[in-house]
């Protein structure tokens, strides 16, 4: 199967950045060192190319209940210029995937799934607008729009230098159209770092232009993913993946984003979970001896065998290594002393409160 | 871009280089090496006294995307280990050839280093 290549790819190339794969694209990790990255994020401004996100766009009479009950969250809740974070759940409530529902400014709803899963999301939707006999359309319009995220706590100076007007005023989780050197741009102020910022979403055509506009440093998917992993955020497919490593909300630690008062598929499911409560759930850890803890590492405690760790890396902010693992909730609490096998030698990790950094 | 490669050294087609003074081999990992692997934040070494093995894993090099093995360029025991490593693996992006090296080993046996790569064996391993 050939990579998918974001509308920046060539842009990219040209300067010298890294590449992988993810979620079936062809996307810059580095483009100057993982460190140099992250720090720009933490202390001025990063820009990301996260065109590789999904854009599906639900328009028509019934578009809010048929995401009301495709996702876990009251997406009936959500006014012109809002966005909610939810869970996609099958009928057992273990997430598919997770994903950010912007109700556009001028009424329909645009929702981005996370890199590779747009073409099951968009299926899921039509599927079951279909069976709920429902009035909506459903597009998948990720090959046409370019996402690009300024984050950092100069993000939104280095927004505006490059917008017709001030982007202050968007408060979190809240989105408005601006100009951005010209180009129509829906401006999000979410992220997936754990600094303020916004998100841009608009034609993939204009993609050069913008990216160029913004003034700041250029950041891979390996910082994405060091900042995400302090700021204590889930990565799909990683953390939880309805394959390998089914999970609910309320294991992952995102039981804020299920409304029960809501029908949705998996409702019924997370209903009976959140009555008798979860045997294990993810915990932030700490290690305490030298060593970096990564994806699939044994979490032991006195010899068993009680978890594994799902993300893991060296925390450039903090200095210390970090990780998430879904454990029994009795080893949760933190201060709780663990062992994290690396490469077979046992080293001592502690259960850290969630998230690890926030600003 | 261009690499660092000192013609004072033999190498490893795995990236690391080795470094003759009088009976003992300085050890470490290339520039290449380093640049591919981004920050690095984490080395695991043997102990003075332990024995490695030509071609044979000793230790392991972590920066923050990746977990990479480092390999032995010749066999003998260990004489010395780069303890600075420890509290500031940044040395081995920083100076990998210098400050960033990793181990000493007695020299038991010359024939093995012949078999490494020249510098511009190496050169031509990685353009």
Request: net charge negative; glycine share 8%; aromatic share 8%.
């Amino acid at each position: 199967m050939s990579l998918r290549t974001p509308p920046l790819g060539p842009t990219h190339a040209e300067a010298g950045a890294t590449l992988t794969e993810f979620g079936g694209w062809e996307m810059p990790v580095e483009f100057d060192s993982i460190r140099t990255e992250h720090e720009a994020v933490r202390e001025a401004a990063g820009k990301f190319d996260v065109s590789h996100m999904g854009e599906i766009v639900v328009s028509g009479p019934d578009a809010a209940e048929l995401l009301d009950r495709l996702t876990t969250n009251d997406v009936t809740a959500l006014e012109p210029g809002d966005a909610q974070y939810a869970a996609i759940t099958d009928e057992d409530g273990h997430m598919i995937d997770d994903t950010v529902i912007y109700r556009r400014p001028e009424g329909d709803y645009l929702f981005v799934p996370n890199a590779g899963h747009d073409e099951d999301a968009h299926e899921r939707w039509e599927t079951h607008r279909d069976a709920w006999e429902l009035e909506a359309t459903v597009e998948n319009e990720t090959e046409s729009y370019a996402m690009i995220a300024v984050q950092g706590p100069d993000a939104s100076d280095v927004l505006e230098d490059a917008t017709d007007a001030a982007v202050d005023d968007i408060s979190r989780f809240s989105a408005a159209y601006r100009d951005v050197v010209g180009v129509d741009a829906l401006v999000a102020r979410t992220g997936y770092t754990g600094e303020d910022g916004f998100e841009l979403l608009f034609d993939a055509d204009d993609a050069e232009a913008v990216w160029t506009a913004l003034d700041c440093q250029p950041c891979g998917l390996g910082s994405r993913d060091t900042l995400r992993l302090e700021a204590g955020f889930l990565l799909s497919g990683q953390d939880f993946n309805v394959e390998s490593n089914p999970r609910n909300p309320y294991e992952a630690g995102i039981g804020f984003v299920v409304d029960l008062e809501t029908e949705f598929v998996g409702r019924d499911a997370l209903a009976r979970v959140n009555e008798a409560g979860v045997d294990e759930r993810i915990a932030g850890l700490t290690l305490l001896d030298r060593g970096v803890a990564r994806h699939g590492y044994e979490v032991a405690v006195d010899g068993t065998p009680v978890g594994e760790v799902t993300s893991g890396t060296m925390s450039p902010t903090l200095g210390e290594a970090i990780a998430l693992a879904y454990l029994p909730v009795e080893y949760t609490e933190p201060g709780t002393e663990v062992d994290v096998l690396v490469r077979g030698n046992e080293k001592r990790a502690e259960v850290t409160g969630l998230p690890f950094y926030s600003r | 871009m261009s690499f660092e490669i000192p013609n004072d050294c033999r190498y490893m087609e795995t990236h690391e280089w080795a470094r003759r003074d009088g009976d003992t081999v300085r050890v470490g990992i290339t520039d290449f090496a380093q640049d591919e692997l981004g920050d690095v934040v984490f080395v695991e070494l043997p102990s003075v006294g332990d024995d490695v093995e030509h071609e044979a894993e000793f230790g392991v090099v972590e920066s923050i995307k990746a977990v990479s093995d480092i390999y032995a360029p010749v066999s003998g025991t260990v004489t010395a280990v780069n303890e600075a490593l420890f509290d500031a693996p940044e040395l081995v992006n920083e100076d990998p050839f210098g400050d960033g090296w990793m181990i000493d080993i007695e020299l038991s046996d010359e024939g093995e280093l012949d078999v490494l790569l020249a510098p511009e064996e190496y050169e031509s391993q990685i353009a």
